[in-house]
């Protein structure tokens, strides 16, 4: 096994994160419940951190906390305050990944079992810690009424193991544990600033001066746009939010040739220490999610800003974590509660994602299969690093059956993947996002203001792209469900009907796609 030491400083900082760039990541407090014998942890962070590295080196796999055993997982949660994630379903359902878009948590026997565990809580906390604690002490955030989650406290390794021996409990992770030791991990793909040297071959100008990047080419997404740009297809970032200060993505999102469509924003995140607190609201203080949502669709206007892929496709944004990598109890309320935003909206049609994490989050997968029950056709990244660390395969949620796993890969004649990105058996499409012999010059977007385009990669980059492609497809026929929309896109993939190891079906030709 590798040491610890390399763990904490190589791939934590790198694998775990989609981007190196970092920003100002918000203060977080220790909003614990006082309880004078809650247990503290009997493993260190290094500990826990050398058990994750040698499951990731081992099984080129997520890593889950339930298969760990009860002293690490309470660790976890000691580590992270002692929060925890608990879903919940009644004893014998079934197939509940099939049904989560149909349950009612609020009545019958979901409520009862909801009921029923919080009483089991209350009365095991007050049995190994001597301290009688309410409902209102022990729940560590409001839930949604709509998934059957409970964010709790626990306070002893003995409680956890009463409550993981239940058959009424789905899962029951640490939802706050951070490795805190790579302070590289904070505020990854943030502090985006525009480039005022992008050479003359890297874009073209179009009518009414609007930049294309020069990888669209190689996707054929200005020829796509002879049939298709995305009208009336509703697109959903779940990212870092969109910043009020571009007007690509305020009052002129519907100028120029973008005309008559929609950008509503919104915020599920809260970054304050007290959980009742209202979301943050929209507005992006990283810059990633503004990247995200000018190459999925920023408009075709005037001032020589960078055009996105479905520039007449509608835009929903969503704040819903502070950076790219989703590992706070915070972000994984903000992601899950974005996806229900979603899965609830009938003019969202498709889903951007690039955040994501190694380790996996119950609350975000149950999110995850709320919105694709709904029918959305759900876009992830599989993951961006630095060189030394891309040999890590696909993170999560990219990894999960009912994402579709997106990566970059560098222009030419032959498949190889950028620098920065992660490849593996789970990819389904791959995007050209770097040019080959030069690893600085990648695909342009929005910067956080003003008309001059930002460079942006990675597999971040080929996930919003990908998706701009997806509305065009759909657009071309709003009335095909997801999986018609991606056989076409399949069937026009430089590898399909064959499928690569690491790069899924390959390239999607969006000229093709769209016919």
Request: with cysteine; proline share 4%.
């Amino acid at each position: 096994m590798k040491s610890p030491i390399l763990f904490k400083s190589l791939v934590l900082a790198a694998v775990f994160g989609l981007t190196l760039t970092s920003c100002q990541r918000d203060q977080i407090e220790d909003n614990s419940t006082e309880v004078t014998e809650a247990e503290g942890p009997t493993l260190s962070k290094a500990e826990i951190n050398a058990a994750v590295e040698d499951h990731l080196f081992s099984t080129n796999e997520v890593f889950d906390w339930n298969t760990a055993n009860d002293e690490m997982v309470f660790s976890g949660m000691a580590h992270g305050g002692h929060e925890a994630a608990l879903g919940y379903q009644p004893a014998g359902f079934e197939n509940l990944d099939q049904h989560i878009h149909e349950i009612d948590v609020t009545e019958g026997a979901w409520l009862d079992t909801r009921n029923q565990l919080m009483a089991l809580l209350i009365a095991a906390t007050e049995r190994h810690t001597g301290q009688e604690l309410t409902e209102e002490d022990l729940l560590v955030a409001p839930e949604d009424g709509v998934l059957p989650i409970l964010e709790v406290k626990i306070f002893s390794q003995e409680i956890l193991a009463e409550l993981r021996g239940l058959p009424e409990v789905r899962y029951l992770e640490p939802s706050n544990y951070e490795p805190r030791e790579v302070t590289l991990r904070s505020g990854a793909g943030c502090d985006i600033s525009p480039n005022f040297s992008i050479p003359s071959a890297d874009f073209t100008t179009v009518s009414p001066s609007a930049k294309v990047p020069w990888n669209f080419y190689n996707m054929n997404i200005p020829q796509a746009w002879t049939t298709s740009r995305g009208n009336n297809i509703g697109i959903c970032i779940i990212d870092t939010g969109s910043s009020p200060n571009q007007s690509r993505l305020m009052g002129s999102f519907a100028s120029g040739d973008s005309g008559g469509r929609y950008h509503n924003r919104y915020g599920t995140y809260v970054s304050s220490w007290w959980p009742w607190a209202s979301p943050d609201g929209p507005n992006d203080q990283c810059g990633h999610g503004t990247q995200m949502a000018g190459l999925a669709a920023a408009p075709r206007t005037t001032g020589g800003s960078s055009v996105g892929v479905a520039y007449e496709a509608n835009l929903i944004s969503v704040r819903a974590t502070s950076d790219v990598v989703v590992n706070g109890s915070k972000e994984k309320r903000g992601v899950k509660d974005a996806l229900i935003l979603a899965g609830n909206r009938s003019d969202v049609q498709i889903i951007s994602m690039s955040i994501g994490d190694v380790f996996y989050s119950g609350t975000v997968r149950d999110g995850v299969d709320y919105a694709y029950n709904n029918g959305k056709l759900i876009f992830a990244a599989a993951g961006t690093s630095l060189t030394w660390t891309s040999w890590w395969g696909v993170i999560f949620p990219a990894n999960r059956w009912n994402t579709t796993a997106v990566t970059g890969v560098r222009d030419g004649s032959s498949l190889q993947r950028c620098d920065i990105c992660h490849d593996g058996s789970q990819v389904d499409f791959v995007a050209v996002m770097q040019r080959q012999n030069d690893t600085d010059r990648t695909s342009l977007t929005l910067a956080m203001s003003g008309n001059q385009p930002s460079y942006v990669g990675g597999s971040s980059a080929a996930t919003a792209t990908t998706a701009g492609i997806a509305a065009l497809v759909w657009a071309t026929n709003p009335g095909q469900n997801r999986s018609q929309v991606l056989n076409r896109m399949k069937n026009a993939a430089s590898i399909y009907p064959g499928r690569d190891n690491n790069f899924g079906w390959g390239i999607v030709d969006a000229a093709q796609a769209v016919q």
